[in-house]
């Protein structure tokens, strides 16, 4: 899509030119799938940590937080399941050579379909204009009908082939879909096979299989073998969460989606341990409380759907993602998922350790079950960054680019800019800047002229440049421009901060 292409193309060089996110090892000509957040990405990188980890830890009195270590114990991804069952069904196309994810080539496969849905409710509202009723074309339109029902019949074989780990019915549906590579062009396909996405190293100096250990493929695992320790030493209560924010690793084989899909990568997770019979009570309590968590960064509703999994993980009775509409389409941006009591009871078989809760409530012990929320900090970065992206031409004809990012999140909240270089406008300006800095991150710039700052400070989406002027030495005044209107007021400096709090 040459859109999609566009829009990565023009993201990762914003991203770049503005220090935000750069390819890792870019000296070297770069690690594929692998990038590093610069001075500004950092920035708005720790803000949306802040604002989850605040949000888990700080507004629930029954979720505390750890950080466990990325390396651990082979036995728990023997345990957990990943060491056989972490796989992704890849094909490879015998004339661009080019390796795909055999899920994903019919995922897309329908999602044209569905674009060819959207396309006809775009055609038919042009020609019934203020007439048109969506509902009833949908149920109306042959054609459309049409696409729906091998979107359908598409979808339940895509889902029964997956959950019965049938490698050839999923190649066997390629050929049938002729599905071509998008780079050959050929429809000339190997047979698929499954990939561990786990990455593998070795701990200690002699190498025999035993000491082979994994980079964690998710953070939840490091929660689930701590269960009993947060437990007991926090006196936890059933219901109650762990959360933790932390690195984890796969070597995807698709990866050429810029951050979306990394092969280093963050996630923010909370596991919330729950009384049986009572998870999926707790399944629809987190995925509400989850978009609402989204929905309060700003960002509208519309762009946020829930799609409910087909094929559930070995762990899952229940699975749903909250998706993104990226500039690319409705993608997954977080997961929730019911893993029942799964993990903690194959701990304990695989540990020989008890992990038994008892519920003096009922009198009863059991291992409890677990309610996930699990979400990628990246992608969330690029979900916010892709969002907050806008070119604008002004009213005098020229072009602007602004990142309307969630105020709270941005780099710095405010930039403190002297008109002039002279007239003791600078030092008047450090001076607001030293009390601003207790309250926000607050830049100073004094070079180039007035104009070029307030457009590098949209750029990198900084919500507030506060001017200091002449009329400032006369009476404590400052104008303070507002990011996204261009409109400008005129505060006094003691007012400055609440000024800042209240828009
Ligand atoms: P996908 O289907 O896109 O591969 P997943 O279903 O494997 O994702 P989960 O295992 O549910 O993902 O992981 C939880 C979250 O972690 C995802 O919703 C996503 O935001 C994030 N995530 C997973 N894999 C990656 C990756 N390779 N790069 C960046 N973020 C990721």
Known sequence: MANTEDFFKKITSHAKEYGFVFQSSELYDGLSAVYDYGPNGVELKNNIKQYWWRSMTQMHENIVGIDSAVFMHPKIWKASGHVDAFNDPLIDNKDSKKRYRADVLIEDHIAKIEEKINKEIAKAKKRFGDNFNEEQFLATSERVKGYKAQVEDIHQRFADLMNANDLKGLRDLIIELEIA????????????????????????????????????????????????????????????????????????????QFIFRMREFEQMEMEFFCRP??????????????????????????????????????????????????????????????????DLKRHQEFSGKKIQYFDSEINESYIPYCVETSI???????????????????????????????????????????????????????????????SFRTHYE????????????????????ITVDTQTMEDDTVTIRERDTMQQERVSLDNIKSFILQH
């Open 277 to 342: 019979g009572t998870e999926m009570q707790w399944f629809e309590y987190w995925k509400q409380e989850r978009l609402n968590w989204h929905l309060a960064l700003g960002i509208p509703k519309e762009k946020y759907r829930y799609h409910d999994h087909e094929k559930l993980a070995h762990y899952a009775n229940a699975a749903t993602d909250i998706e993104f509409e990226f500039p690319f389409g409705f993608k997954e941006l977080e997961g929730i998922h019911s893993r029942t009591d799964f």
């Open 181 to 256: 590579c998008p780079i050959s062009g050929t429809r000339n396909w190997t047979d698929v096979r499954q990939f561990n996405l786990m990455f593998a190293t070795k701990m200690g100096s002699v190498s025999d299989d035993s000491d082979t250990i994994y980079l964690r493929p998710e953070t939840a695992q490091g929660i689930f073998v701590n269960y009993l320790n947060v437990q007991k030493t926090g006196r936890m209560k059933i219901p109650f969460g762990i959360a933790q924010i932390g690195k984890a690793f796969r070597n995807e084989i698709v990866a050429r």
């Open 446 to 465: 004094e070079k180039d002229t007035i104009g070029k700052r307030y457009r590098r400070h949209d750029a990198i989406g900084t919500p507030f440049c």
């Open 376 to 438: 990628g900090l990246d992608r969330t970065f690029l979900a916010v960054l892709s969002y907050a992206f806008t070119e604008e031409t002004l009213e005098d004809g020229s072009q602007r680019v602004v990142l309307k990012l969630p105020k709270m999140l941005a780099p710095y909240r405010c930039a403190v800019l002297p008109l002039v270089n002279k007239d003791g406008l600078p030092e008047k300006a450090k001076k607001i800047v030293d009390d601003l800095r207790w």
